[in-house]
Every structure is written in C-alpha cells, then in structure tokens.
C-alpha cells in the first residue's frame, strides 16, 4: 500500500500531462482512517468515470448484530449509501470542472426498494464503498490540482460525515423527513441515540428491516401470499415518480380478510392478509385496481420508511406476467395452454423468434413456474384476452378442436391445487373469474372490499383441467464466450451485439438490477453453462451463488456497466430465456 505522500507526488508528475497518464495513480493509499483504492482509471474525459474504493475501518461505527443476519447487512449497507449521497451533496461544490465527466462524483443511484448493492459492503471490521470518480481535464490534459482537491479534500470530508458516528451528523442537515403513516406511532421505535446521529439512523433502518422480515416469515406460517398494512399509501405520485402520492386514500383492510401481526419492534399491526388461492381483484375503471396489483408486485422488496408501502409484502417469489409480443422462445413446453397450431409446430417444445400475444404470455407462464415462483400476478389491462379467457359464445362459434388455446382461466385453479401456485389478478371487465375464485376484492373509489359471498352467488362451475409438474424449458444452454456487457438504460442489457429487451419485466425496479442482469448473464453463460443445464437450472445455480456469496461474488470490479444491485431468480431466469442466442 502506498502513501499519501506517494499519491500527491504522483499527482504533480503528471499534472498536464495526456489523460493515460492517469493510468499509474491505480492502486491503493493509506488515509488513515480508510485505505484510498482507485480501481480503474478511465480512458479518457468522456468514458466512464473511474472506479474508486473506499475501505473504512470499522471499529466502532457498526454493532456487530447489525451485520451477522442477512436482512439486516443490507438494511445497514443501504441507510449507508442513503448518508454517503447526502454527504456527497452537502461536501461538493457543484461538480464538473473541465472536459467530459471531470470533477462529477457519484454513488450509485438509490430508489425506494431496500437492495443489497455492489456499491456499499459491509463486513465485521470493514465498510467498502465504491464511488465513480470523472478523473479531471482540460481538454486531454491532466489537471492534477482538481482531482487533488477531490481526493485530498472531497474525499476525507465525505467519509468523515458518512461514517463519522456522532461526529457525522452534520451531513443530515437539511435532511427532510417524510412522514409516513406509520411513523411515530410506537414509542419502541425511539432509537439509542439522539434524533439525526449515525447510530439512531442504523438502528432504525435494522428495526425496519426485522419488522419486514418478520412479515415475510409470517405470511408463510400463516398461509398468505401477501400483507397490506392498514394506513398503507399505495398510489404514486407520477407515472415517472416511485414517490408516494400526496392526499392518498389510506389502505384500510375489509374486516373479513383483516389480520394483526406482532411486529418484533412496532407490535401490533393490522392489515389485509391475501390468502393463497385465486384472489380476484374486481372494480370499475380508475378506482385503484392496478395500483394495488402494483403495490404488490414491488413488495417482492422492501421498502424505505416514508414510502407508503413499507408493509407492503410480497411473497418473494411472486413474479408478474403480462404479454410480450415480439420476444423470443427457446425450447419451452407451452403445451398446457397451447396445442395443435395450424402450423403443426411442436408446442411441448416451441420455439419462435417472434411470439404472439398469447404464446409470448404461455412461456412467460411457465418460466414463472420454471423458476419457482408460487405467485403469479396478472392485470387483465396488460394481457392477452385471448390467453385469459374464451367466453360461451366463441366456444360455441369455435369448437375446442379448432382453437389451440386454452384460457389461463381453465388452468388457474389446478396451477393452485396441483402445483400450489397461487394467482392475483385484476380483472375488471370479465365476469369469469369470478367463478374460480377463492376470494375477491373490490376496489371502490380506492377502498378494498371483501365481495367474496356476492361474487359465489353470482358464479357457476368451470370446466377444470390438469397442471402436471415437468420439465418446462428443454433448451440445454451452451458456453459462450461473452466479450462485452453493456446497458442501456434500464430496459436493454447488451451482450456483445446481442440486445436483451427487458422492458416488460415489471418487477426489474433499479438500473443497477439491469446492470447486474448484464454481469450474471456473463457469468452464467462462460463459467456455468455446460450443454446440458437448461435456464432455469442455471438461475437456479446463479440465485444460490448470490444468496450465498453476495452480489459482489458476480459483479467485475471495473463494474463497466455500472454499479449493480441484486435480482431474483426470476429475472434472472427470464433475462436468460430473452436473450436470442441461448
Ligand atoms: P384501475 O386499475 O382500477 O383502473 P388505477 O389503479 O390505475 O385504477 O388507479 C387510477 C388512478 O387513481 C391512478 O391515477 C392512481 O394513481 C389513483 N389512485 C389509486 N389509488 C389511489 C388512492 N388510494 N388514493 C388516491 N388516488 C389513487
Ligand atoms: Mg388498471
């Protein structure tokens, strides 16, 4: 390790030097307090901005039962990230100085879901942060004093507010707290220490985090999919803003489908239990249906205090399902939805560079399955109909051998009692959900209510077929060498010149999950791939993997599609099954 000494005299030997001379600062300097590590030095102005490493030593700051359980690292390396941003914001002056990228220094970018990220780790003794750094110029040339000032100065500022204990709480000035519904209620939740300190702030992101955990082990126990807190806000305040809506009608749960759950830290919590089974989610246009789908779909993750959904739970596993025109198909045995294809295709073992509606739904299906997913989520809005439902009269006009399609509907109830995979869908406009359903809820001017006995009387017996368990995806997947991953935005994951479309996956909430989609595919198709696991195999292996050794484990540490935050088997398996090349 080298020295500041070594850095600053560094620095003036290639200040106003070309840009690649940049180059030798690599490496790593003690700073006391932390070890300085600059990873990877861009190539030029514009690039990508370098990777720099923060190692703090961690002797007091963190209490080790906040680290040893999984759900609670993460807690505390998020409520971190969340103080290095505001720290970064109150220590810098503005940013860009010079050509390209110089001067900006970022953290990688948080939302409102809680998730492990490449860009803070935790560990008994130690707190890693990677920042990006624009390393200065003016034009191609090295303006040294700029990225002294940022290293010397910037640097040692922000980590000092970040993880100074009691002598950090300046960075949380100007901090405005949003006030949840939850908030305050409970005096357990007055933290240690004093209101703004580093310690108060971890504490409560752990208590937080028990809370939620003890929800998502509680639904199993009692044989729930999900939990909506009463004073929940569900709607948010834009179709381009993740922030809660102000003025919101609060959750408040139908008393028949009520449940009180003793959280460890807030006690008593009442909300809306969604049993397993089919549960329907009825009501006109615009009473807050799909809102409420929404809200569960992201309760796969937690979420921060103050977002109105933060006892919002999902089973971890729920995957959402929609239409998917244009994708691709490998190999998949979609026959229990469709057979006999006037083309005479192989529908146990279809593949298509182009689905339909229907059978891009049918494989979204069954990779659901594949995957293990036992709750699907489906909005009729964003469906096939044809997939969904096939009414008296068209079965009338065209006879079951005539039409390849069976409807989700036939299948819904034995995907339940074969295979115990629940569903919740929205369904607005037709009636025949109804009749299997289990429960069903009624939107009504943004109230939940229970319609479950109306809807029964109104009902009549469906036609019921079988779910046989098997094996879903056939296609083994080769090894392939894979030169370069990129993203694009949050929606496209490019390996070498192969675009991977990811913009209906809904539940993908962060583009560092894209990112880290874009490093796993690497991973999976050089390292595990042999030519005989199938996708879901191999998403199998690489979710245990990142389970087991962290996100880090996948992530190449010039991180060169960006910082990457964690992801389900579920995406990984469908980012998997849309790649063309599989
Ligand atoms: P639906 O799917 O039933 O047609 P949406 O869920 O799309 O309705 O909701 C319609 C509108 O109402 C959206 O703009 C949404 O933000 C708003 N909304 C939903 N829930 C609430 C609520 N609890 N309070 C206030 N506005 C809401
Ligand atoms: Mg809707």
Same mark, same amino acid.
């Given at each position: 390790m080298r020295t500041q000494q070594e850095l600053r005299d560094q620095l003036r030997k290639i200040?106003? &030097?070309?840009?690649? =001379?940049?180059?030798?600062?690599e490496g790593e300097y003690d700073f006391g307090t932390y070890r300085l590590c600059i990873d990877h030095v861009q190539?030029?102005?514009? /690039?990508t901005p370098s990777r720099v490493r923060i190692v703090y030593f961690n002797r007091t700051t963190i209490p080790e039962e906040y680290i040893n359980v999984r759900h609670r690292r993460i807690a505390v390396e998020d409520a971190l990230l969340r103080r290095l941003h505001r720290s970064l914001r109150a220590c810098s002056d503005g940013g860009r100085k010079g050509?390209?990228?110089?001067?900006l220094v970022t953290a990688c970018r948080t939302g409102q879901e809680i998730l492990e990220r490449t860009a803070m780790h935790v560990e008994k003794d130690l707190i890693e942060a990677r920042i990006e750094v624009?390393?200065?110029?003016f034009g191609r040339t090295i303006a040294a004093d700029a990225l002294a000032d940022i290293l010397f100065g910037l640097l040692p500022e922000t980590v000092r507010r970040t993880?100074?204990?009691?002598? %950090?709480?300046? =960075? #949380?000035?100007? +901090?405005t707290e949003r006030k949840s519904a939850?908030? =305050?209620?409970? *005096? &357990? !939740? /007055?933290?240690? /220490?004093?209101?703004?300190t580093l310690e108060e702030e971890l504490y409560r992101a752990v208590c937080l985090a028990d809370d939620q955990k003890y929800i998502r082990d509680e639904l199993k126990r009692c044989g729930l999919i999900a939990f909506v807190a009463d004073g929940s806000v569900l709607?948010?305040?834009?179709?381009?803003?993740?922030r809660p809506l102000e003025n919101a009608v609060v959750f408040e749960s139908p008393g028949r489908l009520a449940v009180t759950m003793q959280l460890p830290h807030r006690g008593a919590m009442r909300g809306m239990g969604i049993r397993q089974g089919i549960t329907v989610i009825a009501g %006109? *246009?615009?009473?807050?249906k799909s809102t409420l789908l929404k809200a569960l779909e992201r309760g796969v993750y937690n979420h921060i205090a103050g977002?109105?959904? @933060?006892?919002? $739970?999902?089973?971890?596993s729920a995957f959402k399902l929609r239409a998917e025109e244009g994708r691709c198909i490998h190999e998949t045995d979609i026959s229990m939805f469709i057979r006999n294809l006037p083309t005479r295709a192989d529908t146990e073992r279809f593949s298509t560079e182009n689905a339909s509606g229907s059978t891009s739904q049918s494989a979204n299906t069954v990779e659901a399955l594949a995957a293990g997913s036992s709750v699907l989520l489906i909005d009729e809005d964003t469906s096939a109909t044809n997939f969904m439902i096939r009414d008296e009269r068209m079965a009338q006009l065209v006879s079951d051998e005539k039409e390849p399609i069976t409807p989700f509907i036939r299948k819904v109830r034995s995907l339940y009692e074969k295979l115990g995979v629940s569903t919740v869908l929205v369904a607005?406009?037709?009636?025949?959900?109804l009749t299997v359903a289990d429960t069903v809820l009624q939107m009504d001017c943004y109230t939940a209510r229970d319609v479950t006995e109306r809807a029964k009387e109104l009902a009549a017996d469906l036609i019921q077929e079988k779910a046989e368990k098997k094996e879903w995806l056939k296609k083994p997947v080769a090894k392939r060498r894979i030169e370069k991953v990129r993203v694009h935005g949050w929606d496209t994951v490019s390996l070498d010149r192969t675009e991977i479309d #990811?913009?209906? #996956? @809904?539940? $993908?909430?962060?583009e560092s999950q894209t990112a880290a989609l874009a490093y796993i595919m690497q991973y999976v198709l050089e390292? !595990?791939? +042999? *030519?005989? &696991?199938n996708a879901s195999e191999l998403a199998g292996e690489a979710a245990r993997k990142l389970e087991k050794?962290? $996100? #880090?484990? !996948?992530?190449?540490?010039?991180?060169g599609a960006g910082p990457a935050a964690m992801v389900r088997k579920q995406e990984i398996l469908a980012c998997l099954c849309r790649y063309r090349l599989l």
């Open positions: 200040d106003r &030097k070309g840009y690649k =001379a940049y180059k030798v600062l190539g030029d102005p514009f /690039a050509s390209g990228k110089s001067g624009g390393f200065p110029a993880f100074g204990g009691q002598r %950090g709480r300046e =960075a #949380l000035s100007g +901090d939850h908030d =305050a209620k409970s *005096g &357990k !939740m /007055a933290g240690p /220490a004093k209101k703004g709607p948010r305040e834009s179709g381009v803003s993740q %006109g *246009g615009f009473h807050g977002d109105g959904r @933060e006892f919002v $739970i999902t089973d971890e607005g406009s037709s009636g025949d959900f #990811l913009r209906y #996956l @809904e539940q $993908i909430v962060d390292r !595990m791939a +042999d *030519g005989r &696991k050794e962290g $996100i #880090l484990s !996948m992530t190449p540490k010039n991180y």
